[in-house]
């Protein structure tokens, strides 16, 4: 895994963008995400269907992990079984 | 990652709504996708290594950023206003290229290149089907060639890594309501005009293109699409605050107004926030090689600065701002270490949205700062000031001088317009202050011993100026940005 790289839900439609990545297994549901999509969805995992959001991103507790959502769905994003939470985003003046 | 993801969420989210307003023709994200996927398959097919754009902003300046970088191809948007020599030397720097826009000047001034005028990639962006993969977005996504205020225009690469950082730390995707509009009238090839075009769409903030400026042209177009947020750099909104004194024209919806670009004039700034009571100001300031803002002056102290008693909250109108939290930003003497506030020297900063990164080498030092060459101080608060660049600190016998400093206290008085003071040969000192002035209209030209006293009261004698001269105008380049070498060449004339 690497920055750059999209990863795909095996259970929903939920797709991310590696925008920083540490060591780990990245899953959606519950279910490690692939490059690929799935021939045949799975569900996702109990405790696992929280939903993701277009636009969010999405990170670790210790900062090692960052993904942005390119696609919602409604697995929830985790790493090594851990949820992900949505980064704060700092509100700014639109400068530009 | 490919900068190009913002325009393939913007369209995933939301594909039927209308990202671009452009001489009347309006654009879906879906259909600004579908054009730039298009605009990328004629990009790869020609071979080229550059994407140039030689035009004024239309939407062949959207499709050919996002179509570009699909391709991975670095977009190089060129100053149309350049005289042919000078233009000639930055074509011969991005051979070969695929050149958008004015086919014949570009075909005359260099040859070996692809050319296409705007209509024709236009219709080849949309005629053609999409680029089936996209390139990966670890390269570069811009080449912008620098103003070259002080020097030959130097390449500056902006990587996509940057532009993506740079977006994602300061806007919020989907964050615009539907009914929001942003208004650019800055050019293509200025990293104000790129960054607006990745902001506004990454925000789904409908762009309202403005091809060629006039303050009549930009009220209109204002009014009539019911804009809520523009960028301008000072020149324009002087010009747009002295077109409202004689055609008044409601703005009701205009929620925000940023400038930057060169330095405002607090008198300029006073007015607008006069004028326009309900909207919020924000500074910008920033460089190309940071991928545009690194600090702002936000709506709040703007407010606050302006209805202020307090001299030192009230001279915050003509700080910019704080940096961002994104950025880290400190202030070096010459000899690289860090100074306290209220001490000028150098600006450096560090952050993945800063490149620092040219053609030829990198900037950076070994741990990854910037050195902007802009002279500036922070104040108690963490405001940051700029003096001006670095090469044109005044050395008047071993002490620095800052032009802007001296500027300031000469723009106090009621009868000088604008000022700029240079470096000037002295057998005694190495260098000794000259100054150029402008006569406000309807005064009298003040003597130079009322000149010098109003520095020497103010400041200390060092900067009182050796050399004055009286100016019908100061020259600028068209983003208003200061021309120093020139003002140089009047007093070595």
Redesign the interface.
């Known amino acids: 895994m690497k920055?750059?790289m999209k990863l795909k839900s095996q259970v929903c439609n939920t797709e991310v963008?590696v925008?920083r990545c540490g060591t780990g297994q990245v899953e959606c549901g519950g279910v490690p995400m692939a490059e690929d999509k799935p021939a045949a969805p799975g569900v996702p995992a109990e405790g696992k269907a929280a939903g993701t959001l277009?636009?969010?991103?999405y990170v670790d507790a210790t900062g090692s992990f960052e993904l942005?959502c390119?696609?919602p769905g409604e697995g929830s994003l985790s790493v090594d079984g851990v949820i992900l939470t949505i980064k704060d985003?700092?509100?700014?003046?639109?400068?530009? | 990652m490919n900068l190009a993801l913002f325009l393939e969420m913007a369209a995933e989210a939301a594909p039927d709504r209308i990202g671009l307003v452009c001489d009347g023709r309006r654009w879906s994200y879906a259909e600004l996708l579908a054009g730039a996927r298009g605009a990328a398959r004629r990009i790869v097919a020609s071979g080229c290594s550059h994407v140039a754009l030689l035009d004024e902003s239309s939407e062949a300046a959207v499709l050919a950023l996002f179509g570009a970088a699909l391709a991975g191809v670095p977009y190089c948007p060129l100053n149309y206003r350049l005289a042919d020599a000078d233009l000639a030397g930055l074509l011969g720097r991005i051979q070969p290229a695929l050149i958008v826009g004015d086919v014949a000047r570009s075909t005359r001034l260099c040859d070996g290149n692809v050319t296409l005028s705007r209509a024709d990639f236009v219709a080849a962006a949309l005629a053609e089907p999409p680029l089936d993969e996209a390139a990966d977005g670890d390269g570069i996504a811009i080449q912008l060639f620098t103003s070259g205020t002080t020097a030959a225009p130097k390449a500056a690469i902006l990587r996509h890594a940057n532009l993506v950082s740079y977006i994602l730390g300061t806007v919020e995707f989907g964050a615009a309501e539907e009914s929001d509009a942003a208004l650019v009238s800055v050019p293509p090839y200025h990293i104000a005009g790129i960054s607006a075009l990745l902001s506004s769409i990454y925000a789904q903030r409908r762009i309202v293109m403005l091809p060629a400026f006039t303050p009549e042209a930009w009220l209109a177009l204002a009014a009539s699409e019911a804009v809520t947020n523009a960028f301008v750099v000072p020149t324009m909104l002087a010009r747009i605050i002295d077109a409202l004194e004689t055609a008044p024209t409601a703005l009701p919806a205009l929620q925000a107004v940023a400038y930057g670009g060169g330095k405002m004039p607090l008198e300029v700034i006073h007015k607008a926030l006069d004028r326009f009571p309900a909207t919020g100001f924000t500074n910008a300031y920033g460089l190309t090689e940071t991928s545009s803002t690194i600090a702002l002056l936000g709506p709040e102290d703007h407010r606050a600065a302006h209805g202020a008693s307090d001299p030192a909250v009230r001279a915050r109108l003509g700080s910019v701002g704080k940096p961002l939290p994104t950025v880290e930003l400190e202030i070096r003497d010459e000899s690289g270490r860090a100074l306290p506030p209220g001490e000028p020297g150098e600006i450096f900063v560090r952050g993945d949205q800063v490149s620092g990164e040219y053609r030829e080498r990198s900037a950076l030092t070994d741990d990854g700062w910037f050195p902007t060459r802009d002279a500036g101080y922070l104040d108690a608060e963490g405001y940051l000031f700029l003096s001006g660049r670095a090469d044109d600190v005044i050395v008047r016998g071993g002490e620095n001088l800052s032009p802007g400093e001296i500027e300031d206290v000469l723009l106090g008085h009621p009868a000088i317009a604008d000022a700029c003071a240079v470096g000037v040969p002295s057998v005694e000192w190495g260098e000794a202050v000259g100054v150029a002035l402008v006569l406000r209209d309807g005064h009298d030209r003040p003597g130079e011993a009322e000149i010098r006293q109003l520095v020497r009261d103010r400041l200390r004698s060092s900067r009182v100026p050796e050399a004055i001269r009286f100016e019908p105008a100061l020259p600028y380049n068209e983003m208003g940005k200061l021309l120093r070498r020139e003002v140089r060449k009047l007093f070595a004339a």
């Open positions: 920055p750059g963008m925008i277009m636009g969010k991103r942005l390119v696609k985003a700092k509100p700014l003046p639109a400068s530009d």
